[in-house]
C-alpha cells in the first residue's frame, strides 16, 4: 500500500512518534461536494491543521467542518475578496506557496485548482485527493473562454497568457506530489493525460443520513444546479418547455438565470438558490432528477438517488460511475448527445421503466461516508491510530 510504497525511501515514518497532518483545501467560501470530503477527511484525521487560500465560511457550514478555522494566504486581505476571490486566480500560485508547512510530517490537498501546490521537502508525504486537474487552463480551456466570452480580442489574448502561466505551474507542482487519488476514474484518466501520473480512484461519499429515501413520488421532475453555462440546465428547460404536460421545477441561481428564464414555458417552475432541506423535500418527492453537465464527479445525482429518486443523466463523465442504467435494475437512463431530441428520447424511455426508489437508495447506499473512510485508509495503510493521530 502507499505508506509502505513509500517508506523505503523516506524516514518519515519509521519514527513511532504522532505525525503532523495538515489539511490543504482550495478556499472555503460555501460548504458544497469538496467540503464534504474534507469533512470525512478531518472525521479521520481530527488534530489536523487546516489551510486554505481564503476561508470565509459562514458559521453554520463551519461547524460541518468541526469549527475549524483555516489558516490562509494574502488573498484573505485582498479587496472584495469575500465575493471576487475566483477573480485572484493570477496570484493564488504564489499564495499557496506562501503556505509554511515545514513542521508537518504529512500533507493532505483536496485540490481541483491550486491546493497540490503547496511547498513540501523530501521528508514530508504529499497525498493529493484531486477533484480535477485545473478544467479551465487545461482541456475545457476553449469552452471557459466561451462561455467567459473571452474567445477573441486584448481580453482574450491577456486570459490565454494567464492560463498558459498556470498551466506551466501547475505542471511544475505534480512533482511535489507523492500520490494522486482521484474522485472518479474520469479524474483518474484526466489525471493520466495532464499529469502523466497514475491515481487510486476513491469516490467521494453522500451524505446518507441528510438525504433520506422517500417512496412517494410526484408528477414533477428536477434540475438543481449553479446556473451556469456548463450545467447545461438551458438544455433541460428547453427540452421541457416543447412538452407542456411534463412539469419541470428548477432548484439554483447564477448568471444564466435571465437567459434560461426566457426559454421557460408554464410548465417550468424556478425555486431560485434554497437550502439544502428544501433541496432534499423536492428531491425527495421528485418523479426523476435530470442532469445534463458533463462532470467530474457530481455528487447531486447520489443524493437523488439516496432519496429513492432515478436520474436522467447525460452519459459522460462522472455520471457513468455514479448511474446505473444497463442493467436489469437501474437506478436511471442516459443520454448521450447534449441536445433537445436526445434528452427527450430519454425521458420517453424512462417513462416506461419501473425503477424502485429501493434500488437507488441501495445504489447510493455503496457511496456512504463509511466506504469512503475504509478506502482512505486502507490507502493509507493506517493501522497504528497513535501514530498518525487517526479517528477510529
Known amino acids: 500500500m502507499l505508506l509502505n510504497q513509500l517508506n523505503a525511501s523516506k524516514n518519515l515514518f519509521r519514527s513511532q512518534a504522532p505525525k503532523r497532518v495538515a489539511l490543504v483545501h482550495e478556499w472555503l467560501v460555501a460548504y458544497a461536494g469538496s467540503e464534504h470530503v474534507l469533512h470525512e477527511i478531518l472525521a ?3 488534530d489536523a491543521d487546516l489551510f486554505a487560500v481564503v476561508d470565509f465560511l459562514s458559521d453554520e457550514d463551519r461547524a460541518k467542518l468541526s469549527g475549524k478555522r483555516a489558516k490562509t494566504t494574502f488573498i484573505q486581505r485582498l479587496p472584495f475578496a469575500s465575493r471576487r476571490y475566483r477573480n485572484y486566480l493570477p496570484l493564488m500560485p504564489i499564495a499557496i506557496e506562501q503556505l509554511d508547512l515545514s513542521s508537518y510530517d504529512v500533507i493532505i490537498s483536496s485540490s481541483h485548482a ?24 487545461w482541456d475545457l480551456q476553449h469552452q471557459y473562454l466561451r462561455e467567459a466570452r473571452l474567445a477573441h480580442g486584448i481580453k482574450s489574448l491577456f486570459a490565454r497568457l494567464i492560463l498558459h502561466y498556470i498551466r506551466l505551474w501547475d505542471a511544475r507542482t505534480v512533482n511535489g506530489v507523492d500520490q494522486f487519488i482521484a474522485n472518479s476514474d474520469y479524474v483518474a484518466r484526466r489525471i493520466k493525460k495532464v499529469y502523466r501520473r497514475d491515481a487510486k480512484v476513491i469516490h467521494p461519499p453522500v451524505d446518507l443520513e441528510m438525504f433520506t429515501m422517500h417512496a412517494v413520488k410526484e408528477d414533477y421532475y428536477l434540475a438543481a444546479s449553479r446556473l451556469v453555462p456548463y450545467k447545461r440546465i438551458d438544455l433541460i428547460v428547453e427540452a421541457f418547455s416543447s412538452t ?5 421545477v428548477v432548484i439554483g441561481d447564477g448568471p444564466e438565470m435571465p437567459r434560461i428564464r426566457r426559454l421557460a414555458g408554464p410548465n417550468v417552475s424556478f425555486l431560485g438558490y434554497q437550502k439544502t432541506g428544501v433541496l ?42 455514479t448511474v446505473v442504467a444497463q442493467s436489469e435494475t437501474p ?25 424502485k426508489p429501493e434500488t437507488c437508495r441501495k445504489w447510493a447506499e455503496s457511496f456512504s461516508a463509511t466506504t469512503f473512510r475504509d478506502a482512505l485508509r486502507r490507502e493509507f495503510n493506517i493501522l497504528d491510530a497513535n501514530e498518525l493521530n487517526v479517528s477510529s
Open 44 to 46: 479521520l484525521f481530527p
Open 114 to 137: 491550486v491546493a497540490k501546490g503547496v511547498l513540501t521537502g523530501p521528508d514530508q508525504l504529499h497525498i493529493c485527493y484531486c477533484h480535477t486537474p485545473i478544467r479551465y487552463a
Open 244 to 248: 407542456p404536460d411534463r412539469k419541470l
Open 280 to 321: 432534499k423535500d423536492y428531491l425527495q418527492r421528485a418523479r426523476a432528477f435530470v442532469f445534463a453537465a458533463e462532470e467530474d464527479f457530481g455528487i447531486i445525482p447520489l443524493e437523488a438517488q439516496a432519496c429513492g429518486t432515478p436520474v436522467i443523466a447525460f452519459g459522460r463523465g462522472g455520471a457513468l460511475e
Open 331 to 355: 437506478t436511471g437512463v442516459f443520454f448521450y448527445s447534449q441536445t433537445v431530441p436526445s434528452l427527450l428520447d430519454a425521458i420517453r424511455h424512462f417513462e416506461t421503466l419501473s425503477i
